[in-house]
């Protein structure tokens, strides 16, 4: 069995037993093994976040009014945990921008439902559970009010990355 199949394996079972804090913390509306491989990049993005370096992020970047996304987050008087557990999370796998390969959650700006490709955000937490996690945070920031092009995708995930990789 590899690592990645036995993390998998003992969160299923982990998550099917209830335990554990805030089992009943995020809005998942997705089934299986999908369920279980967003609550666990959930759970690490909300870690993340807890770090004052990772929450920097949101000093990045502006909503298409100008406002710093920190600005937009103090506004609704709720800390970085509180947002992430306000979103909701559905399955969207057989919805359009799913069909792009390197789609693997999306959402609109100022939306808080956030799309989840979820057989791509299986094989991608598989493979890289940490990305996971900063692609979380990037759908956040979307969340927030940040919109695209500019700043790309691309560079989105690589400021994520940059604040809270570590």
Request: net charge neutral; aromatic share 6%.
């Amino acid at each position: 069995m590899s690592p990645a199949t036995y993390a998998l394996s003992a969160a299923l079972v982990w998550a099917g037993s209830g335990a554990g804090p805030g089992a009943a913390r995020f809005h998942l509306f997705l089934t299986g093994k999908a369920h279980v491989v967003v609550y666990a990049a959930l759970e690490g993005a909300a870690h993340r976040l807890s770090k004052p370096e990772c929450q920097r992020v949101l000093d990045d970047f502006r909503d298409d009014r100008g406002e710093l996304l920190s600005t937009v987050l103090a506004s609704k008087e709720m800390t970085h945990q509180a947002f992430l557990s306000s979103l909701l999370f559905v399955d969207a796998e057989s919805v359009g921008p799913c069909k792009v390969h390197t789609v693997a959650a999306f959402t609109t700006p100022r939306e808080r439902v956030i799309r989840v490709c979820a057989s791509r955000f299986v094989e991608g937490t598989l493979s890289n559970q940490k990305h996971m996690e900063i692609v979380i945070i990037h759908e956040l920031l979307h969340a927030l009010g940040l919109g695209e092009n500019p700043p790309t995708s691309a560079e989105i995930t690589a400021q994520v990355m940059r604040r809270c990789a570590g």
